[in-house]
């Protein structure tokens, strides 16, 4: 079973207009956490924003907040005002383990092509 | 400048034909993964390795190799690399511990591999 879920190969969205990227997980761990990676067409992974199972507050990063719903196994990245530079693909990642000697593995979605029209 | 190099960031290579990729962090970081991503299945990790002479297979370890002799480089070895081994490879480090932002996973810059 996928353990990293992103149900949207693409989407288009106006500029200026805020956009929500699904990400639902699977794990039965108690100990995770959810990053979420930018990549332009050049190529490198930007690191945009962290969750962590036990953090008791969504995170937030200037443009980036996550919509984490534990109880759905969501974690969905919302970017507000979108700007033509957020055209990328993004992609949602899961470590899982409480064991501090267990392999610090990213588990990745399929990711999201995101089109910021103008 | 914190960073993670790769090198080369381009290469076309022939079957059989031996090659490594190297890889560079200088942020101290204890760990450091090999990825590779091809289109619609995300990155997979190759290799990781916990500390300096400690590696161990990720999930698609087949047809490659790794080493950690010193702390900031970990190469990646093809030594007979075939065609279902071009991808976009990705160098990843971070700092170990308990989950947090602080186990940010740094990436380097990608080595786009054809193997013909």
């Known amino acids: 079973a996928q353990k990293i879920t992103q149900t949207q190969p693409g989407m288009f969205v106006q500029e200026k207009e805020a956009v929500t990227l699904d990400c639902t997980y699977d794990t039965s761990d108690p100990s995770y956490g959810l990053f979420w990676y930018k990549q332009p067409s050049s190529g490198e992974m930007i690191f945009l924003i962290y969750?962590?199972?036990?953090d008791q507050q969504n995170a937030t990063e200037g443009r980036y907040s996550l919509n984490f719903q534990k109880a759905r196994k969501s974690a969905n990245l919302v970017i507000s005002a979108s700007q033509l530079g957020d055209s990328a693909m993004y992609f949602c990642?899961?470590?899982?383990?409480?064991?501090?000697?267990?392999?610090?593995?990213?588990?990745w979605g399929a990711g999201t092509k995101l089109i910021i029209k103008p | 400048e914190a960073q993670v190099t790769q090198n080369p960031r381009y290469l076309i290579t022939v079957t059989g034909k031996k090659l490594t990729v190297t890889c560079s962090q200088n942020?101290?970081?204890?760990?450091m993964s090999w990825y590779r991503q091809d289109p619609g299945l995300g990155l997979r990790q190759i290799y990781y390795s916990m500390n300096v002479e400690v590696t161990d297979k990720g999930d698609v370890p087949e047809g490659y190799k790794v080493s950690r002799k010193e702390k900031r480089n970990f190469p990646l070895i093809l030594e007979s690399p075939s065609p279902n081994q071009t991808s976009l490879y990705f160098c990843?480090?971070?700092?170990?511990?308990?989950?947090?932002?602080?186990?940010?996973?740094?990436f380097g810059p990608g080595t786009r591999l054809t193997v013909l």
């Open positions: 990642a899961m470590r899982e383990g409480i064991d501090l000697h267990s392999n610090y593995q990213l588990i």
């Open positions: 990843a480090s971070s700092f170990s511990g308990p989950i947090s932002s602080y186990n940010e996973q740094f």
């Open positions: 942020m101290n970081h204890e760990y």
């Open positions: 969750q962590g199972s036990y």
